[in-house]
């Protein structure tokens, strides 16, 4: 298999470089600037290499790793932090392992999903990655894939390690939200038309509920795994082939909202900062796939979004931490919930901000 293209060697064109942002919004631009504070000081906490989040008190274990190219990946894509997201991608890419995939944290074995996180916050941060490593990284995530399309988080040594942990067995069938984060790195490094990449649309395009939209094995609510898939979809051009496809996610997407203007989490009609930043990126994603750069039914929805996501702000740039990790994942009575300590939740709505900025 070969990535020596065009492709491999450069960032593809992001969806908010064709988008000139409207600067006639200095309310979202100093939240922007509050929130890139936030998240540089974050990052000297933990070290000043790798963001950190989903620790104890102390700010000890969690993840920095995957944690790190998650919020990379997100703030990569805003003018404001793309800087910050640069240093860490750089540092994630010089934790080289002989599997060519990484893991959760700097100990833990390589997986799938944070694999895939570390390429696209490459892409976000617009880092090259060495052609070598690149096509290690693929080839590490491509082994995961499953006969039906979809990834799995660990293959089988993972199964050796873990596979006797109650409750885990999610770890290692494929999954929504990881399919998703494995199909957009190969949307946006490898040639359009690949196998597998057809073969992980067909696998989310089967994942969908009844009402339409996509649901994680490791957080609350709908949002985290229909963003990831809209957006994998949309970098493999299945959004551009299906229009009514679009048109049924904003719709479904929308009904979904709380009274007040957001969308919830675990608590049914509880606005959640981190759900709505996911549900307001969705509805940009379909926004931006759109023959005319528009669906008149989200602009309304758009607006109110906003201003909830502006009064989640806290006093120290960052907003409220509200990222809800099922752990070891699904709905049986032995998982918890995990909550973050603010980075990874900022970074999915700093994210949302600079894209409403280019809508509103």
């Not at 989903?54 to 000890?60: I, K, V």
């Not at 597998?196 to 696998?203: F, K």
Request: glycine share 10%.
């Amino acid at each position: 298999m070969s990535y020596a293209t065009d492709r491999a060697r450069a960032p593809l064109p992001r969806p908010t470089d064709t988008i000139t942002p409207r600067r006639g919004a200095p309310v979202i631009d100093a939240a922007l600037a509050r929130a890139a504070s936030y998240l540089e000081t974050a990052l000297e906490r933990a070290g000043g290499r790798l963001w950190r989040d989903y620790t104890d008190a102390q700010g000890r274990k969690g993840s920095n790793v995957w944690a790190a190219a998650f919020i990379a990946a997100h703030v990569g894509e805003v003018p404001e932090t793309r800087a910050l997201a640069a240093r860490v991608t750089r540092a994630l890419l010089e934790q080289r392992r002989p599997s060519g995939g990484w893991g959760y944290d700097e100990a833990l074995l390589e997986d799938c999903d944070s694999t895939a996180w570390v390429l696209l916050a490459a892409r976000s941060a617009r880092v090259r990655v060495d052609r070598k490593q690149l096509i290690h990284g693929l080839r590490f995530i491509l082994d995961h894939q499953r006969p039906g399309g979809g990834f799995v988080t660990y293959g089988p040594v993972g199964v050796e390690l873990f596979g006797d942990i109650a409750q885990r067995d999610g770890w290692f069938t494929p999954q929504t939200c990881v399919s998703a984060a494995a199909l957009a790195a190969l949307a946006t490094y490898a040639p359009r038309g690949l196998p597998a990449s057809e073969q992980a649309v067909a696998y989310l395009l089967s994942a969908r509920g009844e009402d339409r939209l996509w649901r994680p094995y490791w957080w609350h609510g709908f949002t985290y795994a229909t963003y990831h898939a809209v957006r994998a979809l949309r970098l493999a051009g299945q959004l551009e082939r299906d229009p009514a496809l679009a048109c049924a996610i904003v719709q479904a997407t929308s009904q979904r909202r709380c009274s007040d203007g957001g969308w919830s989490g675990a608590t049914a009609g509880r606005v959640n900062g981190f759900a709505t930043a996911l549900a307001v990126l969705t509805l940009c994603e379909v926004i931006e796939s759109s023959p005319d750069g528009s669906i008149e039914t989200a602009t309304p929805i758009l607006h109110e979004a906003l201003a909830t996501l502006l009064s989640l702000e806290r006093p120290g740039g960052g907003f409220a931490a509200s990222a809800e990790l099922l752990v070891p994942g699904g709905s049986s009575g032995g998982t918890m919930t995990m909550l973050d300590r603010g980075p990874f939740t900022t970074a999915c709505i700093v994210h949302a901000l600079d894209r409403l900025r280019a809508h509103l």
